[in-house]
C-alpha cells in the first residue's frame, strides 16, 4: 500500500496555515498577537512556505507560550 504525504503549498492563507500548523485560529491569532508568528510576507496577505517552514520548527514552544485555553 503506497505512502502519502501532506503537499507541500508555496504560500499559505489565513486558514490554511493554522490548520496544517495544527492550531486552533484562537491560538493562531494569540501567537500573531504576542510575536510569535510573523505577519504575512507573500502577496496576497499569505505566508511563504518558508515562513511556514520557520514557525513549524518552533511549533512546540509556540503551542507552549500560547496555550489551550481561549481567553
Known amino acids: 500500500m503506497p505512502t502519502t ?4 503549498l508555496k504560500t499559505y492563507g489565513s486558514l490554511q496555515f ?7 485560529l484562537w491560538q493562531f491569532s494569540r501567537a500573531q498577537r504576542l510575536g510569535l508568528i ?3 510576507d507573500a502577496a496576497g496577505d499569505s505566508w511563504s512556505a518558508a515562513a511556514f ?19
Do not use: E, N, W
Open 38 to 40: 510573523p505577519g504575512p
Open 5 to 8: 504525504t501532506a503537499s507541500t
Open 18 to 24: 493554522p490548520d496544517r500548523a495544527g492550531l486552533t
Open 53 to 71: 517552514g520557520d514557525v513549524l520548527t518552533r511549533i512546540y514552544s509556540i503551542k507552549q507560550a500560547v496555550g489551550t485555553v481561549p481567553t
